[in-house]
């Protein structure tokens, strides 16, 4: 079993704001990165250090935290966002990595 | 532009080791971690494990005993072996860059995937 766990599915309105949640316990000592993942293709990273974008990734995604809870927001959803989100942390007392099951995005 | 390129066995029979290679182009090889990644079919990411330029390793303690990872840094490369495979070890592997620094670590760069298959 993950140490971080993610909803499986989320679904948002094409335009609308979606959020989507990472929890676990080593998130109260350490930020979260999140990936997205296209069909085929290698994960990109999005958001790091809870709140920054690599070059070249639109500013509609942002990342916050609170207590064991990492979030992903993407604000004005567009189609080409559908994707899975994953999360990644280092795992709770060890050094080692943990990512969370991932999210599949559907942007209706 | 940092490029990961990887490559290794696709195929493979019960009991094999993988062996799966990965070269770094443009970027410093010390100032990062380098790691391994696997995405069974229609699942999520795993960590396999990470290495730093002078060789200090950390794995995934539901593989340790089977996988080792190394690096040569005269070539930029870095490898992974995972011996005894079985099929529950058919995934897509990647190799990905890790940064460290300020308390946050995160994977920066990954490389296109090598798809292992397992059979006999």
């Known amino acids: 079993s993950s140490e971080l766990t993610q909803d499986p599915a989320v679904s948002v309105a094409l335009g609308q704001t979606v959020r989507i949640t990472c929890q676990g316990d080593?998130?109260?000592?350490?930020?979260a990165s999140w990936y997205q993942q296209k069909p085929g293709q290698a994960p990109v990273l999005v958001i790091y250090?809870?709140?920054k974008r690599p070059s070249g990734i639109p500013d509609r995604f942002s990342g916050s935290s609170s207590g064991n809870t990492a979030s992903l927001t993407i604000t004005g959803a567009q189609a080409e966002d559908e994707a899975d989100y994953y999360c990644?942390?280092?795992?709770?007392?060890?050094?080692?990595?943990?990512f969370g099951g991932g999210t599949t995005l559907t942007v209706l | 532009q940092v490029q990961l390129q990887q490559w290794g066995a696709g195929l493979l029979k019960p009991s094999e080791t993988l062996s799966l290679t990965c070269a770094v182009y443009?970027?410093?090889?010390?100032?990062?971690?380098w790691s391994w990644i696997r995405q069974s079919p229609g699942k999520g990411l795993e960590w396999i494990g990470e290495?730093?330029?002078?060789?200090?390793?950390n794995y995934n303690p539901s593989l340790k005993s089977r996988v080792t990872i190394s690096v040569d840094t005269s070539r930029n490369q870095l490898s992974l072996r995972l011996s005894s495979v079985t099929a529950a070890d058919a995934a897509l592997y990647y190799c990905?860059?890790?940064?460290?620094?300020?308390?946050?670590?995160?994977?920066?760069?990954w490389g296109q995937g090598t798809l292992v298959t397992v059979s006999s």
């Open positions: 990905a860059s890790l940064y460290c620094g300020d308390g946050s670590c995160y994977f920066d760069s």
């Open positions: 443009g970027r410093s090889f010390s100032d990062y971690y």
């Open positions: 290495i730093n330029h002078s060789g200090s390793a």
């Open positions: 080593s998130l109260r000592e350490y930020y």
């Open positions: 250090d809870k709140n």
């Open positions: 990644n942390s280092r795992g709770s007392g060890t050094y080692h990595r943990v």
